[in-house]
C-alpha cells in the first residue's frame, strides 16, 4: 500500500488505489475506548470524503476484533463521539466499508461489524452481545441491526445469552457473509477487490427489515421475567429489540433510553464489579511468580470431594492418581469420577471422546508409594487433624523433592499439617468447593512458610482448571467459611425471636439467592450440622455466645433431616417442599423455655440483619488480612456461595448501604445482643474517614 496515516495511537490507515484499510491496534482486545472512537471518527471522514476511494475495509490488530466498549469508561463522564454516533457515520457511507472478523467481535465490536456493509469472519472466530451479562444492553445498535440482518429469534438468542456464536453458525443466520481462512490485513486486502470485482455484495443493514412477530416479543418477555425475576438488563433488552420494526433511527433512539435505564441500576455496578473482580483476584505478586513443574497430580480420597476434584483435574488434561484405602472405597471413587464424566457429556460441555481420554488419564491406587513421582498431591480425606497429619507424614518420605502437598481442608490449620513434614515450604490448602467439578471457586491457603512458587502453582492450578483463584491466610474457615460461621447464627436469631423459616427462606430469595438457607440445610442435610454443634458442645461452647441451634436440633432429634428423609424445615411428601407444621411448635417451645417474647420482622428488616452480619465478619476478615482486599470477599461469595452476581458480593453491597449506616445498624443490633452484634473497627475508621471498600481495592 502506498499511503499510510497515523490517525491517532490507536487508528491507522492505508491507501493504495481503490483501496483504503483501517486498522484499529488498541490492545489488549481492542476495546472502543475514546481514542479508538475518535479515530475512527477522522478516519472515516477522510476516506469517505476521497473520492479516489472506492471501497474501505475495517480490521484489527493483535489478538481479536473490537471485543466491545471499553467497560472501564462506564460510569464516567461520556466523551464524544460516542460509538453509535461513528457506526451511524460507517453505515451511511456512501463508500462500501466491510469489516474483517477475527477473534471475539463482541458487544460494541460486533455492533461496529453490523454497521458496515459486509462481514468477513476468520475461520475460529466468534461473536457476541455479552451486555446483558454486564447488566446491561447492545448499546450502539446491536438490538436493531442483528434482527435484520438474522432475525427476531436468533438475535433475542444471542443477546439475551451473551453468549458466543460460532462464525459458522452466524454465517448461517446471516450475521456474517463469509468466513476464510487468513491473517486480518491480508483479508481485508483480498475482500476490498472482491468487493471491486462484485464477487462480495454489500448493503446497509438499515436497508434491511426484520421480520417481526409480536407474540415472539411477548413469550420472550414473560419468559425473561420468569426466569430472572430480579434482573433488569434482560427486560430491557427485549423492550429494546421489539423497536426494531421501526424506522431505525426510532429503534435507535428506544435502543438508547433503554440502555440509558440500565446504566442507571446498581445492577450494572455489581456485574461490571464482578467481571472485573473474578480477573483481579489473581492479579496480585503471589499469583504471578515463577512456578513448579505441574504435570502429574495425585488425590488422596475417593469421597465427594477427592473424586469432584478428580473430575475437574481430568477435564483439564492432567493425568490423576487416586489414592484410596479400601478397594470397595477405590471403587466407588472411579465410579463417582465416572458418573461426573458422563454428566458433562450429556450435558454436551464434554464430548465423548474428551471423556474416554480423561478417564484414561485415570490411575486409581491403594499404594500411596505410587505418588512418588507426581508434582502435586491434594489430600481430601475426613476433616480429621489426626488423620490428615499422619497422611502428611507419610507424603514427606514419600513424594519426591519439589513436590506440593495440599490440603483441601475446609477450615483446618494448615500450618499444624505443615508442620508434620519436614518441607512445610511446600505445603498449602487448595479448598475446592461441592460439586469440586462445578463450583469454580478455589480459596489457596497460604502457609507460614508456603514458597512463594508453591503458592504460585496454586494459581496456575486455578488457571488450568478455569477456577478462580483466591488467596486466603490461615484461619478457622479461612474466608468464606469463617463469614458463613458468622452470619449463619444470624438466621437462627431471627427465627428465634419471631421470624419463621420459610419467611426468612422467602426474604432472602427476594433479595436474590437462589435458595433460602432453611431449604439449603434440608437439600445439604440437617445431621451435618447437627453433628457440628453436637462436638462444639462436647468442647464447650462460649458461655457468652447465644445458643442458636435449639430447634434445629429438635428437628434432628426426630430424625428429620431434611429432603433425604423427606421431612426437615419443610416436608417432602409432595415434591415442593412445605412448611413442615410441627416445625412452629418446636420454635414456641424453644421461645417459651428462653423466655422470648416474640417479635415481628419485615422482609427488609430481615435482609439488613442477614446483610449486616455478613459484612460485619468479612469487614474483620479484610482488616485482620485474612482476605488481601475486599474484592477477593466478593468472589469467595460470587464463585462459592451462590451470592446473587448482580450484587457484586457482600461488600460492594456494603458500599451501597455506606459504613455510616452499617455502624449504626450493628449499635442498634447490639442493644439485645452486644456479644454477637460487634462494631468492626475497620468499618468505624470508614465511617469517620468517609471511605469505602472499593478505596481499599485500589
Ligand atoms: N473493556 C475493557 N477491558 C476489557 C474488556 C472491555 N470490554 N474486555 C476485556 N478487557 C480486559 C480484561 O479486563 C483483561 O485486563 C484483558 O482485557 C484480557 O481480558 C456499546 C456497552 C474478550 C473474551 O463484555 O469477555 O460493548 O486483567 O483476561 O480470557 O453495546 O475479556 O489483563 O488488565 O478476559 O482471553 C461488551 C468482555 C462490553 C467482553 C477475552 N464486551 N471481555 O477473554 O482475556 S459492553 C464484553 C471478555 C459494550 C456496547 C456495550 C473477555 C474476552 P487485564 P481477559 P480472555
Redesign the pocket.
Known amino acids: 500500500m502506498s499511503d499510510s496515516n497515523q490517525i491517532n495511537e490507536v487508528i491507522s490507515t492505508e491507501h493504495s488505489g481503490d483501496v483504503a484499510l483501517v486498522c484499529i491496534d488498541n490492545p489488549?482486545?481492542n476495546?472502543t475506548g475514546h481514542a479508538v472512537r475518535e479515530g475512527l471518527e477522522i478516519a472515516f471522514a477522510g476516506l469517505i470524503a476521497d473520492a479516489s476511494v472506492k471501497v474501505i475495509a475495517l480490521y484489527c490488530a493483535g489478538r481479536?476484533f473490537v471485543?466491545?466498549?471499553?467497560?472501564?469508561e462506564f460510569g464516567k463522564p461520556a466523551k464524544a463521539p460516542g460509538?453509535s454516533s461513528v457506526l451511524n457515520v460507517i453505515e451511511q457511507s456512501p463508500t462500501p466499508v466491510i469489516s474483517i472478523i477475527h477473534g471475539?467481535a463482541?458487544?460494541?465490536g460486533l455492533?461496529l461489524a453490523l454497521a458496515t456493509h459486509a462481514r468477513v469472519a476468520i475461520e475460529g472466530a466468534k461473536i457476541g452481545l455479552?451486555?446483558v451479562?454486564?447488566g446491561?444492553l447492545?448499546?450502539?445498535g446491536?438490538t436493531q441491526r442483528l434482527p435484520r440482518l438474522s432475525g427476531l429469534a436468533f438475535a433475542l438468542d444471542v443477546i439475551l445469552s451473551g453468549r458466543q456464536v460460532p462464525v459458522q453458525e452466524a454465517l448461517e443466520k446471516g450475521a456474517v457473509d463469509r468466513v476464510v481462512a487468513g491473517e486480518p490485513r491480508m483479508v481485508a486486502l483480498a475482500a476490498a477487490q472482491q468487493v471491486l470485482d462484485g464477487t462480495l455484495a454489500t448493503r446497509r443493514t438499515v436497508d434491511l427489515s426484520a421480520e417481526y412477530d409480536r407474540a415472539v416479543i411477548d413469550a420472550t418477555l414473560a419468559g425473561v421475567k420468569k426466569k430472572n425475576p430480579h434482573l433488569i438488563s434482560p427486560v430491557k433488552c427485549v423492550e429494546a429489540v421489539a423497536a426494531c420494526n421501526l424506522p431505525l433511527a426510532e429503534g435507535l433512539a428506544v435502543e438508547r433510553q433503554c440502555f440509558m435505564d440500565c446504566m442507571q441500576t446498581p445492577q450494572r455496578g455489581g456485574l461490571i464489579h464482578a467481571f472485573?473482580g473474578e480477573?483481579a483476584v489473581s492479579?496480585i505478586p503471589e499469583a504471578k511468580g515463577e512456578t513448579r513443574p505441574l504435570d502429574r497430580i495425585g488425590v488422596i480420597g475417593g469421597g465427594t470431594m477427592g473424586s469432584g476434584i478428580s473430575t475437574a483435574c481430568l477435564s483439564a488434561g492432567f493425568p490423576v492418581r487416586l489414592i484410596e484405602v479400601k478397594e470397595d472405597a477405590l471403587a466407588r471413587g472411579v465410579a463417582t469420577i465416572t458418573k461426573n464424566l458422563d454428566g458433562a457429556v450429556s450435558r454436551g460441555k464434554m464430548t465423548s471422546e474428551a471423556r474416554d481420554a480423561a478417564l484414561a488419564r485415570l490411575e486409581p491406587s491403594l499404594a500411596m508409594e505410587d505418588l512418588a513421582d507426581v508434582d502435586l498431591v491434594i489430600e481430601a480425606v475426613f476433616e480429621k487433624m489426626e488423620i490428615k497429619q499422619e497422611i502428611f507424614g507419610k507424603l514427606d518420605t514419600i513424594c519426591k523433592p519439589g513436590a506440593i502437598l495440599a490440603s483441601n481442608t475446609s477450615y483446618l490449620d494448615i500450618n499444624a499439617i505443615a508442620e508434620m513434614t519436614s518441607r512445610p515450604q511446600d505445603v498449602l490448602g487448595l479448598h475446592f468447593f461441592s460439586p469440586a467439578h462445578v463450583m469454580r471457586l478455589l480459596e489457596i491457603v497460604q502457609g507460614a512458610k508456603t514458597a512463594p512458587d508453591a503458592l504460585a502453582t496454586g494459581f496456575l492450578l486455578a488457571k488450568k482448571l478455569k477456577k478462580v483463584g483466591v488467596l486466603a491466610q490461615v484461619c478457622d474457615g479461612f474466608i468464606g467459611n469463617r463469614i458463613l460461621g458468622h452470619y449463619s447464627k444470624v438466621i437462627s436469631y431471627l427465627v428465634l425471636d419471631g421470624a419463621s423459616p420459610q419467611q426468612v427462606d422467602n426474604a432472602l430469595e427476594g433479595f436474590g439467592l437462589a435458595m433460602g438457607p432453611h431449604k439449603v440445610g434440608d437439600l445439604a442435610g440437617l445431621d451435618i450440622g447437627y453433628m457440628t454443634r453436637q462436638r462444639k458442645k462436647e468442647e464447650g461452647l462460649d458461655p457468652n455466645e447465644r445458643y442458636g441451634g435449639a430447634v434445629a436440633d429438635r428437628i434432628c432429634e426426630q430424625g428429620w433431616y431434611g429432603r433425604k428423609t423427606g421431612k426437615g424445615y419443610y416436608l417432602y411428601e409432595s415434591g415442593a417442599p412445605v412448611p413442615n407444621p410441627e416445625v412452629a411448635g418446636f420454635i414456641d417451645e424453644v421461645r417459651a423455655a428462653d423466655g422470648i417474647t416474640p417479635q415481628s420482622f419485615t422482609d427488609q428488616d430481615i435482609i439488613d440483619r442477614y446483610m449486616t452480619a455478613m459484612i460485619s465478619e468479612a469487614a474483620r476478615v479484610v482488616e485482620d488480612g485474612t482476605a488481601k482486599r475486599p474484592v477477593d470477599v466478593d468472589m469467595v461469595f460470587l464463585f462459592g456461595y451462590g451470592f446473587p452476581r448482580f450484587r457484586g458480593g457482600p461488600l460492594h453491597y456494603a458500599d451501597m448501604i455506606g459504613a455510616t449506616e452499617l455502624v449504626r445498624r450493628i449499635e442498634a443490633y447490639a442493644k439485645t445482643d452486644p456479644n454477637y452484634w460487634q462494631v468492626p473497627e475497620i468499618l468505624r475508621k470508614m465511617a469517620a474517614d468517609g471511605t469505602t471498600f472499593a478505596d481499599l481495592n485500589q
Open positions: 489488549p482486545v476495546a481479536t471485543a466491545g466498549a471499553d467497560i472501564r460509538l471475539t463482541l458487544g460494541g455492533e455479552p451486555e451479562l454486564l446491561l447492545p448499546g450502539a446491536g472485573f480477573r492479579n
